[in-house]
């Protein structure tokens, strides 16, 4: 019998099959607390994941997971040029940020993030970063957590204003909680309903450049607080909301997967089965450039 060890690599190395209905994950990391390439790859297949964009942490902080670096992304996208993408990543208010991430965007990078790191968002550090996104064409994914990272998140539209020609993927428990109008910016994991017309509803319906990744407890936790809410979100919303795991678990499709309990709201609470495709597959196809 093969260990658990080798059934991970085993499944690693097969050619996976072509899934009848494609998605793409934008949001995962190496090293995810520990996990190792086999069990991101075999996870990610069990998930019915078609590509997945890798995210690497910056030169001085692990994203607060050990996730792995740019050099890491970049090793696991040659290795499977037909599941893997990867975005560039760096501390936006060192002297080395902008030669870092065009290394990595000349060698490739279809993004910038995920920028989860304690500066302001109005900033001319983030200024720097949304240039050079505009320069080479590609998103930028932001973690808002309030009085941790991207701090300031009330100042958000005045950046994407600033920067109309640079596209901000929002992300994490601040850009979620904001769905509600009446949000406490220092609650995480708000239960109650939504009121909507929070300062996030707002930068989606009102810039085009503003897109959602729904990943993570956050995501999650923002649908399935209030199903009717959620409904008619997925419906205002269906051309800008990204489908993203950011799940560290080793078994996918068990009770600690985030990123099949997310596929699965989707699923029930999309307004249509066109609406899902979009947010499963086609917005991320589209805006990243991504083949399935």
């Known amino acids: ?7 991970l690599l085993t499944l ?19 090293n995810y607390s520990g996990r190792s390439d086999a069990e991101l790859i075999a996870h990610q297949r069990e998930m019915g994941i078609s590509r997945t964009v890798l995210l690497p942490a910056g030169s001085r902080y ?41 290394k990595y965007l000349k060698l490739g990078a279809i993004g910038i993030g995920e920028q989860k790191f304690p500066v302001h968002i109005d900033s001319p550090s983030i200024d720097v970063v949304a240039g ?12 808002f957590e309030h009085n941790n990272y991207n701090l300031g998140f009330v100042d958000l539209p005045k950046v994407v204003a600033r920067h109309s020609k640079t596209i901000f993927i929002g992300h994490a428990q601040t ?50 607080r209030d199903d009717d809410h959620a409904r008619d979100f997925l419906r205002r919303h269906q051309d800008k909301l990204l489908f993203g795991s950011d799940c560290s678990d080793r ?21 249509d089965k066109k609406a899902e495709r979009k947010i499963l597959c086609d917005n991320a196809s589209h805006l990243l450039k991504i083949r399935v």
Not at 1 to 7: A, E, P, V, W
Not at 70 to 90: K, S
Not at 132 to 143: C, N, R, S
Not at 216 to 224: D, F, K, R, V
């Open 1 to 7: 019998m093969l260990s658990r060890r080798g059934f």
């Open 12 to 30: 690693a190395a097969a050619v996976p099959a072509r899934a009848a209905e494609p998605i793409i994950d934008i949001h995962q990391h190496t």
């Open 62 to 102: 692990a994203l607060a997971a050990g996730a792995g670096g740019n050099d890491t992304v970049v090793a696991i996208a040659r290795q499977y040029p037909e599941e893997y993408r990867f975005f560039a990543n760096e501390l936006p208010d060192i002297p080395e940020a902008r030669q870092v991430l065009e």
């Open 132 to 143: 050079i996104a505009q320069e080479f064409q590609v998103p930028v994914l932001l973690h």
């Open 175 to 224: 850009w979620w909680g904001n769905i509600d109008k009446n949000h406490n910016q220092a609650e995480m994991y708000p239960k109650t309903p939504v009121t909507p017309g929070g300062i996030t509803d707002r930068l989606l319906s009102d810039f085009a450049n503003v897109y959602g990744d729904m990943s993570a407890g956050s995501g999650l936790n923002s649908m399935l």
């Open 251 to 271: 078994k996918a499709n068990g009770p600690d997967c985030l990123g099949s309990k997310i596929i699965a709201a989707i699923r029930r609470l999309a307004p």
